[in-house]
């Protein structure tokens, strides 16, 4: 018998080398059928297993010794002459536009220091830049994160170019999406315009319509432009990269006033927000109170600061740090009005006018949000002030009272007012006599009223408080 019929090496070929010892077991018959199936199977998965086991636990292959120096050698390299500078450029000359531009000019923005290898990602990927547009009596806001561009509102007719010529002073080559508010001319003027000049991926606006021939070239323009047409309602999310934004307006599907259609826009950049709220009024305001999330650091000021807009209740539940108006220079409206000025006031807003300093860009790293210009004095259709003073290429460092300037609410001091004798928004039930602030879960569906007023006159005339809220 020759050693490889002996039974023991069929056994050492089965556990070692399971190919040959199932050969070996069929060509000899050895066992019966079942019993050499089933040896068979199993061997064949021990066989698989030992292989898989030896190629995973193959040594990492060994750095050959040229090559181990060369790496140390790179190691080595940052503290020669020859590549310290190569580092420094990439890493600072971002850094050094940002520094040197408060227009945010999007061919050079900045970027944290990183490794000097390149890259073709956006700059600046950790800052948003919000620029309101000086289009005068109208709106205009232009939002830069990177290299990503997104633009609301356009201005009157004859603010086109201006508008086009700015976005292109800070680098703007496409739009991500473009925003028309509502079909205003002094919103949506200068539309058609943009979409003849730039790429557009995206263009958003409320189901609201105009007879305007302005509105016609918006439409046409946007037809063209092959553009994604894309309705806005409140609770969309503005499918954009790089720039988280939702529209918590328009929430009803029909208004008597085409302002309560505004698309109101929340832009939320880390722990700092921006609220750019259109020509949205009162009804509107109340509807977005109904379903909060309303607090931002910065808010545009609704149409241009009339006393349709920024009620108190509203005001109160966005609570912003800084505010911004466009608005013309003595323009006929009387805009900005006292009241909403007062408001702003009591509330200790800093408070920005494009009729006073022009142009405003207010820039978010994602926890702090600074302004290029001095907050106004607040007093209402005041001349233009010289508050552009400060250096259009730098940005004011954040802190808690500007010097340039005096704080909006110090001047003058106002006197302190009994909350019962300050006018605010209530929402009334004409039926059972009684008052809700617009935040109440009670709030009456049929006999209901608005009303901006003052505690004291709403009980002189015969209501009573809410026992659920309390006003």
Same mark, same amino acid.
Request: net charge negative; glycine share 6%.
């Given at each position: 018998?020759?050693?490889?019929?002996?039974?023991?090496?069929?056994?050492?070929?089965?556990?070692?080398? $399971?190919?040959?010892?199932?050969?070996?077991?069929?060509?000899?018959?050895?066992?019966?059928?079942?019993? +050499?199936?089933?040896?068979?199977?199993?061997?064949?998965?021990?066989?698989? !297993?030992?292989?898989?086991?030896?190629?995973?636990?193959?040594?990492?292959?060994?750095?050959?010794?040229?090559?181990? /120096?060369?790496?140390?050698?790179?190691?080595?390299?940052?503290?020669?002459?020859?590549?310290?500078?190569?580092?420094?450029?990439?890493?600072?000359?971002?850094? /050094?536009?940002?520094?040197?531009?408060? %227009?945010?000019?999007?061919?050079?923005?900045?970027?944290?220091? &990183?490794?000097?290898?390149?890259?073709? /990602?956006?700059?600046?990927?950790?800052?948003?830049?919000?620029?309101?547009?000086?289009?005068?009596?109208? =709106?205009?806001?232009?939002?830069?994160?990177?290299?990503?561009?997104?633009?609301?509102?356009?201005?009157?007719?004859?603010?086109?170019?201006?508008? !086009?010529?700015?976005? %292109?002073?800070?680098?703007?080559? @496409?739009?991500?999406?473009?925003?028309? *508010?509502?079909?205003?001319?002094?919103?949506?003027?200068?539309?058609?315009?943009?979409?003849?000049?730039?790429?557009? =991926?995206?263009?958003?606006?409320?189901?609201?319509?105009?007879?305007?021939?302005?509105?016609?070239?918006?439409?046409?323009?946007?037809?063209?432009?092959?553009? %994604?047409?894309?309705?806005?309602?409140?609770?969309?999310?503005?499918? !954009?990269?790089?720039?988280?934004?939702?529209?918590?307006?328009?929430?009803?599907?029909?208004?008597? =006033?085409?302002?309560?259609?505004?698309?109101?826009?929340?832009? *939320?950049?880390?722990?700092?927000?921006?609220?750019?709220?259109?020509?949205?009024?009162?009804?509107?305001?109340?509807?977005?109170?109904?379903?909060?999330?309303?607090?931002?650091?910065?808010?545009?000021?609704?149409?241009? +600061?009339?006393?349709?807009?920024?009620?108190?209740?509203?005001?109160?539940?966005?609570?912003?740090?800084?505010?911004?108006?466009?608005?013309?220079?003595?323009?006929?409206?009387?805009?900005?009005?006292?009241?909403?000025?007062?408001?702003?006031?009591? $509330?200790?807003?800093?408070?920005?006018?494009?009729?006073?300093?022009?142009?405003?860009?207010?820039? /978010?790293?994602?926890?702090?949000?600074?302004?290029? @210009?001095?907050?106004?004095?607040?007093?209402?259709?005041?001349?233009?002030?010289?508050?552009?003073?400060?250096?259009?290429?730098?940005?004011?460092?954040?802190?808690?009272?500007?010097?340039?300037?005096?704080?909006?609410?110090?001047?003058?001091?106002?006197?302190? &007012?009994?909350?019962?004798?300050?006018?605010?928004?209530? !929402?009334?039930?004409?039926?059972?006599? %009684?008052?809700?602030?617009?935040?109440? +879960?009670?709030?009456?569906? @049929?006999?209901?009223?608005?009303?901006?007023?003052? +505690?004291?006159?709403?009980?002189?005339?015969?209501?009573?408080?809410? @026992?659920?809220?309390?006003?």
């Amino acid at each position: 018998m020759k050693f490889y019929e002996k039974t023991w090496f069929l056994w050492l070929s089965l556990i070692f080398f $399971a190919p040959v010892g199932i050969f070996l077991m069929w060509k000899q018959q050895r066992f019966a059928k079942v019993p +050499r199936v089933i040896l068979a199977v199993l061997f064949v998965f021990v066989f698989l !297993v030992e292989v898989a086991v030896a190629t995973s636990e193959t040594p990492p292959p060994t750095t050959p010794a040229a090559q181990t /120096s060369q790496q140390k050698g790179e190691l080595q390299a940052p503290e020669t002459p020859a590549e310290e500078p190569q580092g420094q450029a990439q890493a600072e000359k971002p850094l /050094s536009a940002q520094a040197t531009s408060a %227009k945010g000019d999007a061919s050079a923005p900045a970027v944290a220091p &990183v490794a000097a290898e390149p890259t073709n /990602s956006p700059v600046a990927s950790g800052t948003l830049k919000v620029h309101f547009i000086d289009v005068g009596q109208a =709106d205009s806001i232009l939002i830069q994160s990177g290299e990503t561009a997104v633009l609301v509102d356009a201005g009157n007719n004859g603010d086109g170019n201006l508008v !086009v010529n700015y976005l %292109k002073a800070q680098g703007v080559t @496409k739009l991500a999406a473009a925003i028309a *508010t509502h079909p205003h001319e002094d919103h949506i003027g200068g539309m058609d315009d943009v979409l003849n000049a730039f790429a557009v =991926d995206k263009f958003y606006m409320p189901n609201a319509t105009h007879t305007s021939q302005t509105f016609e070239d918006m439409i046409n323009a946007a037809n063209a432009s092959g553009a %994604k047409k894309i309705q806005v309602k409140a609770g969309l999310v503005m499918d !954009v990269p790089g720039i988280t934004g939702t529209f918590l307006a328009p929430v009803s599907s029909s208004y008597d =006033d085409l302002n309560n259609h505004s698309a109101v826009l929340k832009i *939320t950049h880390g722990s700092t927000s921006f609220l750019l709220t259109g020509d949205a009024e009162n009804i509107s305001e109340n509807e977005m109170l109904r379903n909060g999330n309303l607090q931002s650091t910065l808010l545009k000021v609704g149409h241009h +600061r009339s006393d349709s807009s920024t009620t108190a209740a509203f005001l109160k539940a966005v609570s912003p740090k800084f505010a911004v108006i466009s608005v013309g220079q003595e323009n006929t409206y009387g805009h900005p009005t006292d009241a909403v000025l007062s408001r702003l006031v009591n $509330a200790g807003v800093q408070v920005y006018r494009t009729d006073q300093a022009g142009t405003i860009i207010a820039t /978010s790293d994602g926890t702090t949000i600074t302004m290029d @210009k001095v907050a106004s004095e607040v007093k209402a259709n005041a001349p233009p002030a010289n508050n552009t003073s400060a250096p259009a290429t730098t940005t004011p460092k954040p802190s808690p009272a500007p010097e340039p300037a005096p704080t909006p609410a110090r001047k003058p001091e106002p006197t302190p &007012v009994p909350a019962e004798s300050q006018a605010q928004h209530y !929402v009334i039930n004409t039926s059972s006599k %009684k008052f809700h602030y617009p935040t109440c +879960r009670s709030l009456p569906t @049929k006999n209901r009223g608005d009303r901006d007023t003052t +505690r004291d006159e709403l009980i002189n005339a015969g209501y009573s408080p809410c @026992k659920i809220c309390n006003p």
